[in-house]
């Protein structure tokens, strides 16, 4: 499975951005879950959002009411809704999902994206 980040890019402090994520494979497969996670320099990769299949979600403290993550089981894809950025949201942001296919599963990465945030 092939998941594929993008919409990073250079935002001012109090903007916006919109992250998608797209997944992929040869191979018909479910997704049961998907994530964002963050990493800044010389720092850990954490999880900042998650949902299920069926819509649960999960965020950090640290953005709860800013970002909003969202599913679209048809077209295999996540997206993360960044508003109110702030400068400590600057970081590659990386998707990660969790699928199954008919009689395997696993977790897979995506190349992540840059966000960036000016003060």
């Known amino acids: 499975v092939q998941l594929q980040a993008s919409g990073g890019g250079l935002v001012q402090n109090g903007g916006s951005l919109r992250l998608s994520c797209a997944a992929s494979?040869?191979?018909?497969?479910?997704?049961?879950?998907m994530g964002w996670y963050r990493q800044a320099p010389d720092q850990q990769r954490y999880l900042v959002a998650s949902i299920t299949s069926s819509g649960a979600t999960n965020y950090v403290d640290s953005v709860k009411g800013r970002f909003t993550i969202s599913i679209d089981n048809a077209k295999n894809m996540a997206f993360l809704e960044m508003n109110s950025l702030k400068p400590d949201d600057t970081a590659v942001y990386f998707c990660?999902?969790?699928?199954?296919?008919?009689?395997?599963?696993?977790?897979?990465w995506g190349q992540g994206t840059l966000v960036t945030v000016s003060s």
């Open positions: 494979s040869g191979n018909i497969f479910s997704i049961n879950a």
């Open positions: 990660r999902a969790e699928v199954a296919g008919t009689t395997w599963s696993g977790k897979f």
